[in-house]
């Protein structure tokens, strides 16, 4: 191809009027922002910023090497009294509170996942054009889709922190908070890709299951979950 050609592409090629005024109005936006919020990057690097950075970059130091050259041992010492005390159990904690987490994000998600997957969760999985369902049927498959994806969105749409903040003001101050919020926010996530991966399975297995007399249990347990987790 010519570069002529490859020009003459260019010039034909699709312009979105909606997507010119919305970046039209967002740069307006940001002008009108900084223009009424008497911004300025002087305040920045004021003599009082600049030393309050130097003041927290200074308490970065290990308190033993302030004020003094480096010195290694004096370095080791420190991290090794650090560890000692307080680090490696902090470590342990954060392992089991890591593990846990991962734990109980993998059973809800689980639980979620099927009854978010388009494909499976409704009135009959896979064949759902061979055999019509009644209306309240579908209405109620309908419903527990729609939650299930809903409790999905808001679990991820949280951020952990925030999870947090509630689960402590619920819980008090113990682990619990921090496994719980990482293991909502998480599930979302988790459960999400795995509707996901539901969905694109091929369809025509899981359809001749069905078809068969296969219960949605036994589709489930023999087929998607051994599809599932061998997928890449």
Do not use: C
């Amino acid at each position: 191809m010519t570069d002529d050609a490859i020009r003459a592409l260019y010039r034909q090629r699709p312009r979105s009027l909606y997507l010119r005024v919305t970046a039209a109005a967002a740069a307006a936006i940001v002008a009108v922002s900084w223009w009424s919020g008497e911004f300025s990057l002087d305040a920045l690097a004021s003599e009082r910023r600049l030393r309050n950075l130097r003041r927290f970059l200074a308490e970065l130091w290990p308190h033993p090497l302030q004020g003094r050259d480096f010195d290694l041992s004096v370095a080791w010492q420190w991290t090794r009294q650090i560890l000692a005390d307080r680090g490696l159990a902090a470590a342990g904690t954060t392992l089991a509170i890591s593990i846990a987490a991962i734990v109980l994000a993998g059973i809800l998600a689980a639980l979620l996942a099927l009854p978010a997957a388009r494909s499976f969760a409704t009135p009959e999985p896979f064949v759902g054009a061979l055999r019509p369902a009644g209306a309240a049927r579908a209405a109620w498959w309908k419903a527990l889709q729609t939650a299930s994806r809903s409790v999905l969105v808001f679990a991820r749409a949280v951020p952990e922190y925030i999870w947090a903040f509630l689960l402590l003001i619920l819980l008090g101050p113990s682990a619990w908070p921090a496994v719980l919020a990482l293991a909502i926010h998480n599930a979302g996530i988790l459960g999400k890709l795995a509707s996901e991966v539901v969905d694109d399975l091929e369809r025509a297995p899981l359809a001749a299951l069905r078809a068969a007399g296969a219960t949605r249990a036994q589709i489930a347990v023999n087929a998607i979950v051994p599809a599932t987790a061998g997928a890449r």
